[in-house]
């Protein structure tokens, strides 16, 4: 099997600086070397573009695809009129059109250039879609229940999903609890129980909400009530922070602590875990600045995610590190690429094959369309705006 060059102005590996006009080499559905200019003579110059790693997007909600543009984002006080909102639209879907807004979702993530998801799943429900996909993603099953009842009810139909899914070359199973402030205790642990001996991934949504502090603290405030309207209100089996819920699903398995817009820099992080970031649905309910340099700073691991069209205009993970960059110019760009890309792929359990441009790893990866001028920080042509298609390679195929 002969091999195929190509080459680009920047070659971005994300784990090493970058390339000027160097080249990257596959055979097969594989990286056989990435190299600086002149090392290969390309089979094809792709020109003025960066190639990097395929993006990861490591949070976000396909079902909700459909909402993009009808739910409007409040301030971060006002979060339980959102949540209605996502109640009243999910509730409003039939199966034939939740499947439909997950594969239009899936065709927007695969269309920019996404080659690595985490999606959490009511009901699992892009299971299917997933495994069609010519991409890698985990499909995570979504658990909710505050009442006793409820939450027996929503593990038993976790497990038997997770438990009979037959994991393919490119998709996984996972499990999601909720939030510490929409599920019971003993249903975080079994969540964690659950998936401990396949050792994958567990997401957490994390210290969202101020009224989720003020609910877990003392049992009352605006998540309370949106509750009570819904008749789903049991403070019974309510945890009291964010801490004690990391503690509840500190096991070996990846986890994710999605959001996390209201951590204190200084909370104890458990191993193995990671906090996945979502810029343009951070500011757009007005939270206060997220603390992900400081996390950064201390070694914890940070991914980017979108989040869902119902609180996002698209699910371009890209889109969420040029904003990143707009609005902290100073924050190092090697660093930010590898929030966009590796760290994505290793919170998810699949940085063996994705999540950089490696010798062995698959041959996934991006050409991204740069401006026609120099910067001397090549990063500054890669997270500026910037028109213009890109072009995927997933497993060594142009997609």
């Given at each position: ?183 019971r205790r003993e ?5 964690g129980q659950l ?103 201390r070694g914890v ?99």
């Open positions: 099997m002969s091999s195929r060059v190509f080459a680009a102005r920047w070659v971005f590996p994300a784990v090493g600086p970058p390339l000027a006009n160097g080249t990257v080499s596959v055979r097969g559905d594989r990286i056989e070397s990435v190299d600086p200019h002149r090392a290969r003579t390309p089979d094809q110059d792709l020109g003025n573009v960066a190639i990097v790693p395929g993006l990861v997007n490591a949070h976000t909600h396909l079902d909700l695809s459909g909402a993009r543009g009808s739910i409007a984002p409040t301030d971060a006080e006002h979060c339980t009129d959102w949540l209605q909102a996502v109640v009243a639209f999910r509730r409003s879907r039939t199966p034939e059109q939740v499947q439909a807004d997950i594969r239009a979702g899936l065709a927007e993530c695969l269309n920019i250039g996404t080659t690595l998801i985490g999606d959490i799943a009511a009901d699992g429900a892009s299971w299917n879609a997933l495994t069609e996909a010519k991409s890698r993603s985990v499909a995570l099953f979504e658990l909710i229940g505050m009442t006793a009842e409820r939450a027996e009810q929503s593990l038993e139909a976790g497990r038997q999903w997770f438990d009979s899914r037959e994991e393919t070359a490119t998709v996984r199973a996972g499990i999601s609890p909720h939030a510490p402030y929409s599920t249903l975080l642990v079994a969540a998936v401990r001996p396949t050792k994958r991934p567990l997401a957490l949504h994390l210290a969202e909400w101020p009224s989720e502090i003020e609910l877990l603290h003392k049992h009352r405030g605006p998540l309370a009530e949106f509750f009570k309207k819904l008749n789903a209100w049991d403070s019974s089996g309510l945890i009291s922070s964010a801490g004690i819920a990391m503690k509840a699903v500190d096991f070996r398995q990846p986890k994710l602590f999605i959001h996390g817009n209201h951590l204190a820099p200084t909370a104890r992080i458990p191993r193995n875990s990671t906090i996945v970031y979502c810029p343009r649905t951070h500011a757009a309910f007005g939270h206060p600045p997220h603390q992900f340099r400081e996390f950064l700073r691991r940070v991914c980017l995610g979108t989040d869902s069209l119902a609180s996002n205009p698209d699910l371009d993970v890209l889109a969420e590190a040029r904003f990143v960059h707009e609005r902290d110019p100073d924050f190092p760009g090697d660093m930010l690429l590898k929030m966009t890309t590796l760290f994505g792929a290793e919170a998810l359990g699949w940085a063996n094959d994705a999540g950089s441009l490696e010798v062995g790893k698959s041959a996934d990866f991006v050409a991204i369309p740069l401006p026609d001028r120099d910067a001397a920080d090549p990063h500054d042509l890669l997270f500026a705006e910037h028109p213009g298609a890109r072009r995927t390679t997933f497993r060594g195929v142009w997609r």
